[in-house]
């Protein structure tokens, strides 16, 4: 699998697995102000397995098999009860949701709201308690028990979005888009911009141009993002990889989620936007932002579909 071998190279640069150990411990010590070395040893213990399995050079099998051992032996994900899951899941169902929710609410058009790639349906829930009429879709209906009441439909394929013509005021995209392949990606968009009249997508990104209007705020605001930023372009995508495949295949224990690392710079975002219905209107920075248990080089999106 390609995306096995990107983040096995990536496992090889002990600069990149570095940056990330800072980010993860960032993220986890407030929400664990009193066991600062129980975080920092859960990481490196954690990462440490994930670096040796590649010591003796590319090995996807090895990594395989340290990815299961660190789920079960390290993040006893098989343990609801075990101290890091237990705040993990209410950080995963309560806290994050409803941050996000308070950030999104300023950038919605209208009172139709589509949750592309729902998952859980935590989100929905909120935006629904917020007084927006909430529409869902996934490739998987596992929505948790508040979001069930919501209008949801499965998609059957990985292009197919089955919302009417002109039926959504406003499609939010939350971290997505980097696990569509890119033969997917312009079918999905054609579609959305048929669906919507405005996007809202929220995406891990690197390579940001010095013109962006809050970038040099928010570098003075999060020391991550200004060592981020001044990294080689190819490393800071390394980065994005390897916090999105922990933060998913270790974090969550979903190792089998598809990752293909699609991620793009602002720039590559506005030109396949553009190219399939969509006007980028503005770009804000969230950056590592604090209070997310995995941070990353965040930006939102707001797009116009061009008629």
């Known amino acids: 699998m390609k995306a096995l071998g990107?983040?096995?190279r990536t496992l090889q640069n002990l600069d990149v697995v570095?940056?990330?150990r800072d980010t993860l411990i960032a993220g986890y010590a407030p929400y664990f102000p009193a066991e600062t070395?129980?975080?920092q040893s859960l990481v490196d213990q954690a990462l440490g397995w994930l670096v040796a399995s590649q010591r003796a050079g590319t090995d996807e099998n090895e990594l395989i098999n340290a990815i299961a051992e660190v789920i079960r032996d390290i993040y006893c994900k098989d343990d609801p009860t075990f101290w890091f899951n237990q705040t993990y899941h209410h950080y995963k169902t309560e806290i994050k949701p409803q941050t996000d929710v308070e950030q999104i609410h300023p950038l919605i058009h209208g009172q139709r709201v589509l949750d592309y790639g729902c998952g859980s349906g935590y989100l929905s829930a909120r935006l629904d308690r917020a007084g927006f009429q909430v529409f869902a879709t996934d490739v998987l209906d596992y929505r948790y028990a508040e979001a069930k009441h919501l209008p949801f439909v499965q998609m059957h394929s990985p292009t197919e979005i089955a919302y009417p013509d002109d039926s959504i005021d406003t499609a939010i995209i939350q971290a997505v888009l980097h696990h569509i392949d890119t033969v997917n990606l312009g079918p999905i968009l054609q579609r959305l911009s048929k669906v919507t009249q405005h996007l809202l997508i929220k995406e891990d990104s690197y390579g940001l141009p010095d013109d962006l209007p809050d970038l040099k705020d928010k570098i003075n605001e999060q020391p991550l993002l200004a060592y981020f930023v001044n990294l080689p372009q190819e490393i800071q995508f390394?980065?994005?990889v390897l916090i999105d495949?922990?933060?998913n295949a270790v974090a969550q224990g979903i190792p089998q989620m598809h990752m293909p690392f699609e991620f793009r710079?602002?720039?590559e975002w506005y030109r396949v936007l553009l190219e399939h219905g969509f006007r980028v209107e503005r770009t804000l920075v969230a950056g590592f932002e604090s209070?997310?248990?995995h941070q990353s080089c965040h930006i939102w999106l707001?797009?116009?579909r061009v008629n």
């Open 238 to 240: 390394q980065v994005l």
């Open 37 to 39: 070395e129980r975080v």
């Open 6 to 8: 990107t983040v096995c």
């Open 18 to 20: 570095c940056f990330v």
């Open 291 to 293: 209070g997310r248990m």
């Open 302 to 304: 707001v797009c116009e």
């Open 265 to 267: 710079t602002p720039d």
């Open 245 to 247: 495949f922990y933060a």
